[in-house]
C-alpha cells in the first residue's frame, strides 16, 4: 500500500462526517459527480412512497391542506435557508433555476427602474452556465436594456451608473474558481446596482452568507449538492429589505394575495411568496424536502474544510501518480478561490473520462479539453479519492 494511501485511511478514521456516507444509497463506485447530480438519500424513496400512495392516493385533494402541500415552497425554503446564510422568510421553492434566473434579473432591472436614473445596462458572467447567459439576453431585450458580458475579475471596473444589475455565478461550472460574492456585491452595490448570484455549485458545499454580505436576489438549484434528485426544484431568494419592491415579470395565481379570489387583475402576495408562479411540483417537492433531513445536525463550516481538504488531498495525488504536464489543472490552489470541484486539462479528456467510469470512478467531461472532479463532503471518502487518482494516472499513462 502506498504512503498516501495510508494517509488516507487516517484521514477517513478521523473524519468526522464519514458517518454520513450511510444516509446515501451508494455502492463501490467512486462517484464523483455529485456536482451535477447528487446521490441518493436512503431514506427518500420511502418518503415519495408515501406521499404517492397515502397523500395522494388515499387523501388526494384534502392532501393542500392536511399534507401541507400548499406550503411547501415556503416551508422547504426555510430548510434551504441556513445552508445559504439566509433567515427564514426569505426563499421560496420551485420552478427551475432557469425560470428564478429569469425572474430574479427583470425584478432587478425593475427595482433599479425606480430610482430614476436611467440604469441602460446589464451586466453578466463571461464565464457563465450557457443558460444564464441566454436568460441575461433576453432579461435584457424584455426590460429594453444592454447587455455586456465581463468576466467577474472585471466586473469592478466595468460598473457605473449605466449599471441597472449584475448576473454571477458563485462557483464557475468548468473550472471550480470561486468568485468573491462578499467583494462584488459590495462593489454592486457602490454603484447603486443590484447583486443577482447563481449559487448552483456552491450551495451545500461552502457556506455562502447571504444576508451577511447583503446579496439582493439569489437562485440555485437543488439536485447538485443539496441531493434533492433529478431535476428537483429550484429556489429563489429575495431580501428581506426588497420584498415589498418584488415585482416579477412571471405573476402566477399562486403568487396572488388572494390566490383562491380568481381576480381578473393580479396583486401580488406579501413576502417571499411573490416568487411563487403555477401550482408548485408537489412530489419531486416533498422529495427534495425528505432529502434535505441529511443536513440534519451538519455543519456547513464542516463541510467546508472537509470539501478543502478532499480536493487538496486529489491534487496531492495526481501530481504524485501522474506524469508531469500530462494533465493541468484549471481550478485554483487558493482555498479562498476554490469551490468543491477539480477540474483538469487534457488533450483527450473524451475519452480519459469513459475509460474512467468504465473502470468504477464516475465524473464528467466538459468540451473541449476538462475533466470534471466534484467533492460531495457528505458521501465522499479520502480512500475513494485516492483511488480515483490512482486509476486516473493508469489510465493517463
Same mark, same amino acid.
Given at each position: 500500500m502506498s504512503e498516501l494511501a495510508l494517509e488516507a485511511e487516517k484521514f477517513d478514521a478521523e473524519d468526522e462526517l464519514a458517518p454520513l456516507r450511510d444516509r446515501f444509497v451508494l455502492d463501490d463506485v467512486v462517484y464523483l459527480d455529485g456536482n451535477s447530480l447528487g446521490a441518493l438519500p436512503a431514506h427518500v424513496p420511502d418518503r415519495v412512497a408515501d406521499v404517492v400512495r397515502r397523500q395522494w392516493g388515499e387523501l388526494r385533494i384534502r392532501s393542500w391542506d392536511e399534507s401541507g402541500w400548499w406550503t411547501a415552497p415556503e416551508r422547504i425554503g426555510d430548510r434551504i435557508a441556513p445552508l445559504v446564510g439566509a433567515a427564514p422568510g426569505q426563499i421560496v421553492v420551485g420552478d427551475s433555476t432557469s425560470v428564478n434566473v429569469f425572474k430574479a434579473l427583470v425584478a432587478a432591472v425593475r427595482m433599479a427602474d425606480e430610482a430614476g436614473a436611467g440604469r441602460s445596462e446589464i451586466l453578466v458572467d463571461a464565464t457563465t452556465f450557457?443558460?444564464?447567459?441566454?436568460?441575461?439576453?433576453?432579461?435584457?431585450? /424584455?426590460? +429594453?436594456? $444592454?447587455?455586456?458580458?465581463?468576466? &467577474?475579475?472585471q466586473v469592478p471596473g466595468a460598473l457605473s451608473g449605466r449599471t441597472a444589475a449584475v448576473l454571477l455565478n458563485h462557483v464557475d461550472y468548468r473550472t471550480g474558481r470561486l468568485h468573491? /460574492?462578499? +467583494?462584488? $456585491?459590495?462593489?454592486?452595490?457602490? &454603484?447603486?446596482?443590484?447583486?443577482?448570484w447563481d449559487l448552483c455549485h456552491s450551495a451545500g458545499a461552502l457556506p455562502v452568507g447571504l444576508d451577511e454580505h447583503g446579496v439582493d436576489l439569489a437562485v440555485g438549484c437543488t439536485y447538485k449538492y443539496l441531493n434533492g434528485g433529478p431535476g428537483s426544484p429550484a429556489y429563489l431568494y429575495v431580501r428581506q429589505e426588497l420584498q415589498s419592491r418584488f415585482d416579477s415579470p412571471l405573476p402566477g395565481w399562486n403568487s396572488h394575495a388572494d390566490p383562491f379570489g380568481m381576480s381578473p387583475s393580479y396583486a401580488p402576495a406579501p413576502g417571499a411568496l411573490r416568487g411563487r408562479v403555477g401550482t408548485p411540483d408537489i412530489l419531486s417537492m416533498l422529495a427534495l424536502e425528505a432529502a434535505?433531513?441529511?443536513?440534519?445536525?451538519v455543519s456547513v463550516a464542516a463541510v467546508r474544510a472537509k470539501s478543502l481538504a478532499l480536493t487538496d488531498f486529489f491534487l496531492r495525488?495526481?501530481?504524485?501518480?501522474?506524469?508531469?504536464?500530462?494533465?493541468?489543472?484549471?481550478?485554483?490552489?487558493?482555498?479562498?478561490e476554490r469551490g468543491s470541484q477539480v477540474a483538469l486539462r487534457c488533450p483527450d479528456a473524451g475519452a480519459v473520462m469513459k475509460r474512467l467510469?468504465?473502470?468504477?470512478?464516475?465524473?464528467?467531461?466538459?468540451?473541449?479539453?476538462v475533466l470534471?472532479?466534484?467533492?460531495?463532503?457528505?458521501?465522499?471518502?479520502f480512500a475513494e479519492t485516492e483511488r480515483a487518482a490512482r486509476i486516473l494516472a493508469e489510465e493517463l499513462a
Open positions: 450557457p443558460t444564464d447567459g441566454y436568460l441575461a439576453e433576453s432579461a435584457a431585450r /424584455l426590460t +429594453g436594456r $444592454t447587455l455586456r458580458a465581463v468576466t &467577474a475579475a468573491d /460574492l462578499p +467583494g462584488l $456585491t459590495a462593489a454592486i452595490h457602490a &454603484a447603486g446596482a443590484l447583486a443577482v434535505l433531513e441529511v443536513w440534519d445536525g495525488c495526481v501530481r504524485a501518480y501522474t506524469e508531469p504536464g500530462r494533465v493541468e489543472s484549471v481550478t485554483p490552489e487558493r482555498h479562498e467510469i468504465s473502470r468504477g470512478v464516475v465524473g464528467d467531461f466538459r468540451h473541449p479539453d470534471r472532479f466534484g467533492f460531495t463532503p457528505l458521501y465522499v471518502g
